[in-house]
């Protein structure tokens, strides 16, 4: 059963919107405001300092994010050292007409004033605003580069938010978001898939077809037909099945394991590693269960661009382990960042390298298989504690921070930009769910109930 829902869809100048609903939930894509904090928000951090205005002297103004951002909530504040508040003009340049930048009352906070950014609207890729300020007779600007987000509220009919544990793309750059079995406790969630459209800004519930007891979906795979599988858990002595999309046939493979990476290979074959026997198990087009021998301790089963499955393995021998499904050729690659090394998170990047996340030392590293290169990456902050990888079509990759509470963006096997997270209307910080990219390479995650497109 299918459901097209139809998403408010903010426009820069106002437009016509259109309600839709999930059951009895209400579902709507709203504007969330930036918060302005005041004196007592955190010291400012320093993207840039001001620069010299032809005849006067500098002012040292520092802004406490590097980058403006629309709908997170994340509030920003332009700090000018040694000025009072009445002193302080600041004029904003370059904001496009769709985007508004609204410059707060100045406080003191010591020797410094403060002032409070507002940003609301939207803005391409690219927009940068300046601040020009000037206090006492002397001058400086700034200039912010801007991020702008669309948020699009997710229905819970539970009453709780909506939790997602992945975001993966699907037939005509469609989204396909798989609920959390421990954030969205309604059957509903449990039981349906949600398809969001960047394009239309449009999201549709795709029930599936299985037992309305404790079974929940727990991976999803997109089949070379455009439709998929999924896996789906049971408390009852059923076990583990495997969902055709197209067929709604039901496959049980005779592990206990609960596959939460599916993938599907060129061929149309569906695999997923189980750990309790040392296997990937695999499921073929004409419906034969198979397994490939693979070594203990191999997990986060991800399908590489180059038409391999690669694994990652912990223990005393730390490898990403590769797997031809075609030849059954096998190829190991040792992780030694450190003796105990845990390589998780494998994610595919489309030029065929692998990026991963080493758990023991919270490190991402860059994987290429036809060099056999390991290269971490630096993050920056105090004590970087990444989590969570998203790489895009056009070769960027996403890195989340839980502990630093931001989102980095690495490009050229650099950090690019950083962006902070969300944060709920009461200012306590939303820490994303799952990360996705769109078929055009804008970042998508999902936080606190909402799903946040970059635009």
């Known amino acids: 059963m299918t459901r097209s829902l139809t998403a408010y869809h903010p426009r820069p100048k106002g437009g016509a919107t259109a309600p839709f609903t999930l059951g009895t939930a209400l579902l709507a894509a709203s504007l969330l405001l930036a918060s302005c904090g005041g004196p007592s928000a955190p010291p400012a951090t320093t993207p840039g300092t001001g620069t010299n205005t032809a005849g006067r002297a500098a002012l040292s103004v520092t802004a406490s994010t590097p980058v403006l951002t629309t709908n997170l909530n994340a509030p920003t504040q332009l700090r000018v050292a040694g000025v009072a508040p009445a002193d302080v003009t600041v004029q904003v340049t370059g904001a496009p007409e769709s985007l508004t930048v609204k410059v707060g009352a100045g406080v003191a906070d010591g020797a410094a004033t403060v002032l409070p950014l507002t940003v609301t609207g939207t803005a391409p890729e690219g927009t940068a605003v300046q601040m020009n300020v000037t206090a006492g007779g002397r001058a400086a600007s700034l200039t912010l580069p ?154 986060w089963l991800t399908a590489g661009a180059d038409g391999r499955l690669y694994l990652g393995r912990s223990g005393a021998a730390p490898a990403i382990l590769a797997l031809d499904p075609v030849s059954g050729e096998q190829n190991t690659y040792p992780v030694t960042l450190v003796r105990q090394s845990q390589p998780g998170n494998l994610t595919a990047a489309p030029d065929g390298t692998l990026w991963f996340i080493e758990g023991t030392t919270s490190t991402v590293v860059h994987l290429d298989p036809r060099t056999q290169k390991q290269t971490p990456l630096t993050l920056p902050g105090t004590d970087p504690r990444p989590s969570r990888l998203a790489a895009l079509p056009d070769g960027t990759v996403w890195v989340m921070d839980g502990r630093e509470k931001v989102l980095h963006r690495v490009q050229g096997g650099r950090v690019t930009l950083t962006l902070p997270l969300p944060r709920d209307p009461a200012g306590q910080v939303l820490v994303p769910d799952a990360l996705g990219g769109t078929a055009d390479s804008r970042l998508v995650f999902t936080a606190g109930g909402a799903l946040y497109l970059q635009q």
């Open 146 to 299: 801007v991020t702008a987000f669309e948020r699009v509220i997710i229905p819970a009919s539970s009453g709780e938010a909506y939790a997602a544990s992945s975001i993966g793309t699907g037939r005509g750059g469609q989204l396909t978001l798989v609920a959390s079995p421990n954030g969205a406790a309604s059957a509903e969630a449990r039981h349906s898939l949600l398809h969001f459209d960047p394009a239309a800004r449009t999201l549709t519930a795709q029930a599936v077809n299985i037992a309305q007891d404790q079974e929940t979906i727990l991976s999803h795979a997109v089949t070379p037909d455009g439709t998929g599988w999924v896996s789906v858990s049971a408390t009852s002595a059923r076990g583990v099945s495997l969902i055709n999309l197209r067929t709604q046939q039901t496959f049980r493979p005779g592990v206990p394991d609960l596959p939460s990476r599916l993938n599907v290979t060129p061929d149309g074959s569906l695999w997923f590693m189980a750990p309790s026997v040392s296997a990937l198990v695999r499921l073929n087009p004409a419906g034969t269960i198979t397994r490939v021998p693979m070594d203990p301790g191999a997990e």
